[in-house]
């Protein structure tokens, strides 16, 4: 159908579909004026006559920054470095894009796991990104981005201009460069001598670890940077921005070959601070296995041939002490909270590290301070000493060796605290393996493992040992040891008690192991023991364990108590517990009823009470009957005797 118009009309038509097209063709200037968040950048943008004519003549794409990256910012921002004349969406963008910065940098995109997109160290902000066709038909594209882009660039009193270095031409003039007060001269000196340079000129894209000269106050240290410690600071055909690392990912370095091999991966605190560790998986005599960790002092500087961070100390390089170690890193560092405690408590936890000739350490990091619980025992010097102590390990104690008393059986490890024990735990294999600690009722997750020193290992974890965080039955919950008693708590309604705070509990409860050997003993009784249909006679069984009072009772109370009486006799839920503690070869043992069952873990402190693990529970023959598939307590027996004979003596009198 054909509809006639008049010349009025048809003038109109085409009057819209002029204002339409123009409508269409918009262009990223407008979109920039348009958006208040941007409206730093775009200033800025006004004010660059290269940058106006690339956004007006050419097809290109603007990383633009928002108003609040540049609230972060310091220094001046150059805004060719956020142009590229070439337009690329999301999809299209490259492992690398050169800017329109003078001698076209490249800026380099990563995408991360969950689909997240870096351009260097900015991330792009999903759903902002704007594609447009300009007035002469250029496509354009705009990527709002969180950071701003800083390229390197050289300090004003540089004598030549500088443009587009790779890592080599890097560390040759990084006097001359915009690095703030780090120097490179000593690293600078062994890879001449070492004849390293090509590594550092390799085209491509790679990431490059330099340690400034603060890292070689040792004098010796310089040294032991030979070839392999030199390739074992680079991270070949990957480039590694620290927003965008995966963290604990470890990379194979340049130093990874059949006789040694290394890995480097990087981590942030929460306090924001970022590290990078090497870990020499297989060692030889210069290049002893083991972590070293590195604070990242100056990221993410971008070259030509991939990114450099500037480290505080050299990596694969194992030279220091324990106690070295921690004064290194307790300044400022990693471990600055565990420093400054150590040295609050006096110098004698210092001195008693330093006179060992084989150490581990478990050094909470400086978050693991930030718990209310902690800061009235911090002022107890006596009580802070002994906490310290717990965390201290006579013995060059790895991963690799603690796998190994770990292979049939929870690993049991004694601390320099007499009497107190650590219990490691495994679970997964190689990179993936999370690997726990208990000490004081405090279970730890290992956050840095193996940090090899020259007398010892470092492993840096999540929490304080021996400063308790959670209930009795938090604790039940969450330990691997007392699982199954947990369990029988559950059905039988025995737990539900456990998280009262305004009680004093103490619990001697049966580890796992102690329940499979009466299974062994009473296998009948065993079995019903877990089943939900008998959960009377499990609440029983439990009750016997559970003492309630105004006060705990540590083992070292009840050996006391021990030495003056016969039977020590406890308020139980179950009328009372008479036993006896003695100690037998460091380790304590509990007699009842003419049994010895030895305590496995004691002294597991909860904030409602404490736990004494067992290595059997107060189990006797004589408190099951088994009968047509069934069992009573002999209490329970008795009770229904007596039910059954006032029900005939009833009847009888009527």
Request: some cysteine; aromatic content about 8%.
């Amino acid at each position: 159908m054909f509809v006639s118009c008049g010349t009025g009309a048809l003038a109109a038509l085409l009057l819209l579909c002029c204002c339409t097209a123009h409508a269409a063709a918009a262009d990223l200037v407008d979109k920039l004026r348009d958006d208040s968040e941007l409206s730093q950048f775009y200033s800025l943008l006004e004010q660059n006559p290269v940058a106006n004519s690339t956004l007006s003549l050419r097809s290109c794409t603007i990383f633009v920054p928002t108003n609040e990256a540049f609230q972060r910012h310091k220094g001046p921002t150059h805004v060719l470095y956020h142009i590229t004349t070439a337009a690329f969406s999301k999809d299209q963008l490259e492992k690398t894009v050169s800017s329109d910065m003078n001698g076209n940098p490249p800026l380099y995109i990563t995408k991360s796991r969950n689909g997240d997109i870096y351009v260097n160290n900015a991330r792009i902000i999903p759903s902002l990104s704007v594609e447009l066709t300009d007035r002469e038909g250029k496509r354009q594209v705009m990527h709002i981005i969180d950071e701003v882009l800083d390229p390197l660039t050289a300090l004003p009193t540089a004598k030549t201009e500088i443009n587009n270095l790779d890592a080599l031409q890097f560390i040759q003039k990084a006097d001359q460069l915009n690095v703030g007060d780090n120097k490179l001269r000593t690293y600078r000196s062994q890879v001449t001598l070492m004849k390293k340079e090509s590594l550092y000129q390799a085209p491509g894209a790679h990431t490059f670890l330099l340690p400034v000269d603060e890292g070689f106050k040792l004098s010796t240290r310089s040294s032991l940077v030979d070839g392999k410690v030199i390739d074992g600071h680079v991270i070949p055909n990957t480039v590694i921005f620290t927003a965008a690392s995966q963290h604990d990912e470890p990379k194979t370095s340049a130093a990874f070959e059949d006789q040694l091999k290394v890995t480097v991966s990087f981590f942030k605190q929460k306090d924001g601070k970022m590290y990078v560790k090497s870990n020499t998986i297989i060692g030889d005599a210069k290049h002893p296995q083991g972590v070293v960790l590195a604070e990242i002092v100056k990221a993410n500087i971008p070259v030509k041939n991939g990114v450099i961070h500037l480290i505080h100390r050299p990596l694969m390089i194992i030279d220091t002490t324990v106690t070295q170690f921690l004064q290194d890193n307790g300044e400022n560092g990693a471990l600055r909270k565990f420093y400054e405690v150590i040295m609050d408590a006096g110098g004698a936890v210092l001195e008693g590290i330093n006179n060992l000739s084989e150490v581990t350490i478990l050094a909470p990091s400086n978050e693991a301070w930030n718990v209310s619980s902690i800061d009235n025992i911090i002022r107890d010097r006596k009580k802070m000493t002994d906490i310290l102590n717990m965390h201290i390990i006579k013995d060059r104690l790895n991963v690799e060796k603690i796998r190994q008393k770990n292979a049939n059986m929870i690993a049991q490890v004694p601390t320099v605290n007499n009497r107190t024990f650590l219990y490691f735990n495994i679970n997964g294999d190689d990179s993936d393996a999370v690997i726990t600690v208990e000490g004081g009722g405090v279970n730890a997750t290992v956050l840095q493992a193996d940090v090899a020193q020259t007398n010892g290992y470092v492993h840096i974890i999540d929490r304080v040992l021996g400063v308790p965080h959670t209930t009795v039955l938090g604790k039940l919950e969450t330990d691997p040891m007392m699982s199954d008693t947990y369990k029988m708590g559950e059905f039988s309604h025995f737990n539900d008690q456990l998280n009262n705070t305004q009680r004093r509990y103490t619990f001697f409860v049966p580890r796992d192991k102690g329940w499979q050997k009466t299974e062994l003993d009473y296998p009948s009784a065993h079995k019903k023991l877990f089943m939900r249909d008998f959960a009377y006679h499990s609440k029983y069984i439990l009750e016997r364990h559970l003492v309630l009072a105004d006060h705990v009772f540590t083992m070292k109370d009840l050996a006391q108590m021990s030495l003056t009486t016969d039977n020590v006799v406890l308020p139980t839920l179950r009328d009372s517990l008479k036993i006896k503690v003695e100690e037998e070869a460091g380790r304590y043992v509990i007699v009842w009823n003419y049994k010895k069952i030895n305590v496995y873990r004691p002294d597991v402190e909860c904030t409602n009470g404490i736990i004494h693990v067992i290595d059997y529970p107060l189990l006797e023959e004589k408190d099951i009957v088994v009968s047509g598939g069934s069992y009573l307590p002999e209490s329970s027996i008795c009770i229904m005797l007596a039910n059954l004979i006032m029900i005939t003596i009833a009847k009888f009198l009527n």
